[in-house]
């Protein structure tokens, strides 16, 4: 086959195609639109750039159709431009995606965008979602607000910054009752929620998360409560290391209880190689920091109504 048709084939076959037909489904709550979430049992495969391309979260196995073919059955890439071309005419299940996300074409930049926000207050659409749908107590959104970590989005969603190592916006995470994704354009690097000079640094995968967590642990004042946005960029990974080559670090593990959350786990003590800093693994009883934070409020709740 010339190239010219293997190129012609790579475009006419997504890679949603070979992930159906193999008895992977998509996993809604966990997609946007850029980002489409596969599970067939405990194997995830996401896939990006309008179904043209693929990534395993928990290796570095990522490409193109072909190579999908090749990372699920073994097969050499002959038998797989075979199997790809068979797919030509099947057109896979595509979800019906929230008006928010159809795709965006913003003329200012990540810092300007970011600026134009306004920070949420008491009453707020976004702080209700918090308060109401997350069970973030009104003092970790108080210190959110005043460290500017968090902004209201559309909707009465919330955005939560991330910035680098000299406190750049590079973007957002964007969540709200029906939305998840991040800043268009942007990229991701770290949530940042606590003093910068903390000696425990905590890295969870969702800014919600972070909070979360430092709502259930009582906001202490050696914690700084990180989010990775859920990715694991070569930007991530290198504020990470920067924050635990100070001396006396302690680093916490605190990503979701489940098997991509162990995979981050093990990132983070491969860090711990190279630096001295102690380490440890704190996993949520639920499957995250927010849904332990809701059963607690829920429970209190419940036993004030019995008292």
């Known amino acids: 086959m010339k190239k010219s048709e293997?190129?012609?084939l790579r475009g006419?076959?997504?890679?949603?195609?070979?992930?159906?037909?193999?008895?992977?489904?998509?996993?809604?709550?966990?997609s946007t639109r850029n980002?489409?979430?596969?599970?067939r049992g405990?194997?995830?495969?996401?896939?990006?750039?309008?179904?043209?391309?693929?990534?395993?979260?928990?290796?570095?196995?990522?490409?193109?159709?072909?190579?999908?073919?090749?990372?699920?059955?073994?097969?050499?890439?002959?038998?797989?431009?075979?199997?790809?071309?068979?797919?030509?005419?099947?057109?896979?299940?595509?979800?019906?995606?929230?008006?928010?996300?159809?795709k965006r074409t913003p003329d200012l930049g990540i810092p300007e965008r970011?600026?134009?926000?306004?920070?949420?207050?008491?009453?707020?659409?976004?702080?209700?979602?918090?308060?109401?749908?997350?069970?973030?107590?009104?003092?970790?959104?108080r210190v959110a607000v005043r460290k500017d970590c968090i902004r209201a989005g559309p909707y009465g969603s919330m955005w939560a910054v991330h910035r680098d190592e000299?406190?750049?916006?590079?973007?957002?995470?964007?969540?709200?009752?029906?939305?998840?994704?991040?800043?268009?354009?942007?990229?991701?690097?770290?949530?940042?929620?606590?003093?910068?000079?903390?000696?425990?640094?905590?890295?969870?995968?969702?800014?919600?998360?972070?909070?979360?967590?430092?709502a259930l642990e009582g906001l202490?004042?050696?914690s700084l409560y990180l989010s990775t946005g859920g990715g694991w960029a070569p930007a991530t990974e290198a504020a990470i290391r920067t924050l635990v080559a100070r001396p006396g670090i302690h680093l916490v593990a605190a990503t979701d209880n489940n098997p991509q959350g162990e995979i981050y786990a093990d990132r983070l003590t491969a860090i711990t190689v190279a630096s001295p800093c102690r380490f440890a693994r704190l996993r949520p009883t639920a499957s995250d920091w927010n849904e332990d934070l809701r059963t607690l409020m829920g429970q209190e709740r419940e036993g004030g109504r019995k008292s």
């Open 114 to 141: 970011w600026a134009r926000r306004r920070a949420p207050w008491p009453g707020s659409a976004t702080w209700r979602y918090l308060r109401r749908e997350r069970a973030i107590p009104d003092a970790i959104l």
């Open 12 to 30: 006419r076959v997504l890679c949603g195609a070979v992930l159906e037909q193999a008895g992977f489904a998509i996993d809604i709550k966990e």
């Open 220 to 222: 202490p004042d050696d």
């Open 35 to 39: 980002a489409v979430k596969h599970r």
């Open 42 to 102: 405990d194997e995830i495969i996401i896939v990006i750039h309008r179904g043209q391309g693929w990534f395993d979260p928990r290796s570095d196995a990522k490409g193109d159709v072909f190579s999908l073919v090749a990372h699920l059955d073994g097969m050499p890439f002959a038998e797989a431009l075979r199997r790809v071309a068979g797919l030509v005419d099947f057109v896979p299940f595509e979800p019906a995606w929230p008006r928010m996300e159809r």
């Open 166 to 214: 000299k406190g750049a916006v590079t973007g957002w995470e964007e969540r709200g009752l029906d939305w998840r994704g991040f800043a268009a354009g942007g990229a991701k690097v770290l949530f940042r929620f606590g003093p910068a000079n903390a000696g425990r640094v905590c890295v969870t995968e969702a800014a919600i998360d972070a909070m979360s967590l430092a």
């Open 6 to 8: 293997i190129d012609a």
